[in-house]
């Protein structure tokens, strides 16, 4: 099967392009948001080929993947069932947000997370839920530095989305390292930023790290929050969104009290043979509930009823 999809959400992606299907990347001279190409900082497979969208055929794909509003007027030349792809919780007007796809006949909307599906008003347009799966990472936990890691992306502008006012709660505990995209401004006491490293060796780094945190107020079920927990990192995390789904109790500690996770924290750094329970059970947990060969199994099964509805 040719499925057209943008790359948009590099972690998202790289998941999606380990099955068996042909995977057609648009790509333009600038690789900017409408061309970005294959992924440089994640691991994909020869099976995801760049494209110029506007020279595709009719008989060239099967199947497109939107994610954003503007991509149906990019792919308006080509037949193919659509199915987009919905990554984020609603914004604004909550528990009322009107999801841009609703009420159309024309494509299925696949939400990442049960929230997500919950929260947002898609009116008759048809849902599915297919919940995230990974690539489980190669690294392992040690913990052995007294530190806590976080995994974010624009943390600046985002600010209380992705609780960055909470960071100096917990720096103030042990240092803490934040790595992902636009975190290079992050200019905080007791806080190292690393801006976009390589996925497998910011894997390497936060396994040497004794605790995960994962402070986001209002986001989707964050990629980097699973891959930690395969890693086998015990969790710290506020209970919200889909995160109360995915972390069990015997897995990390979630609350809304951040005094309570403050303490947590401390515990962690004071007790890492209670940080290896932790951390054990989440890596159990995750590699049970968000393995990759489950993920790609619930995409063949929707991308199979949506070609087969479309002939």
């Not at 049960?114 to 898609?122: A, E, G, I, Q």
């Not at 932790?278 to 159990?284: E, P, T």
Request: negative net charge; hydrophobic residues 40%.
């Amino acid at each position: 099967m040719n499925i057209l999809l943008w790359h948009v959400h590099g972690s998202w992606t790289t998941s999606f392009v380990h099955g068996k299907h042909r995977y057609l990347v648009p790509v333009n001279d600038e690789r900017d948001e409408w061309g970005r190409g294959r992924a440089r900082t994640f691991d994909w497979p020869g099976t995801a080929e760049e494209v110029d969208v506007g020279a595709l055929r009719p008989e060239d794909v099967d199947v497109v993947l939107l994610q954003r509003p503007g991509e149906l007027e990019r792919v308006a030349h080509l037949p193919a069932p659509r199915i987009y792809v919905e990554h984020n919780t609603p914004k604004g007007g909550v528990p009322d947000s009107r999801h841009p796809m609703a009420d159309r006949d024309d494509l299925v909307i696949a939400h990442v997370t049960h929230f997500n599906d919950l929260f947002w008003d898609t009116g008759a347009t048809r849902t599915a839920v297919i919940e995230h799966g990974i690539v489980e990472p190669a690294a392992r936990w040690t913990g052995e530095l007294e530190r806590f890691a976080v995994v974010t992306n624009e943390p600046v502008r985002r600010h209380r989305v992705t609780g960055t006012d909470l960071i100096p709660r917990f720096a103030a505990v042990a240092p803490l390292d934040v790595y992902g995209m636009g975190v290079a401004g992050l200019r905080l006491a007791g806080v190292t930023p690393y801006d976009d490293p390589p996925q497998a060796r910011m894997h390497e780094e936060i396994a040497r790290r004794r605790a995960y945190l994962h402070l986001c107020r209002w986001t989707s079920l964050g990629l980097s929050l699973l891959e930690a927990m395969q890693i086998g990192m015990p969790v710290l995390a506020l209970a919200t969104t889909e995160a109360i789904a995915a972390v069990p109790l015997d897995a990390g500690v979630l609350s809304t009290r951040v005094d309570t996770l403050v303490e947590a924290a401390h515990w962690l750094i004071d007790e890492p043979d209670a940080a290896r329970r932790l951390g054990a059970r989440a890596r159990q947990v995750a590699l049970a509930r968000y393995g990759l060969d489950r993920f790609l199994a619930d995409w063949d099964r929707l991308l199979e009823e949506e070609t087969c509805a479309s002939r």
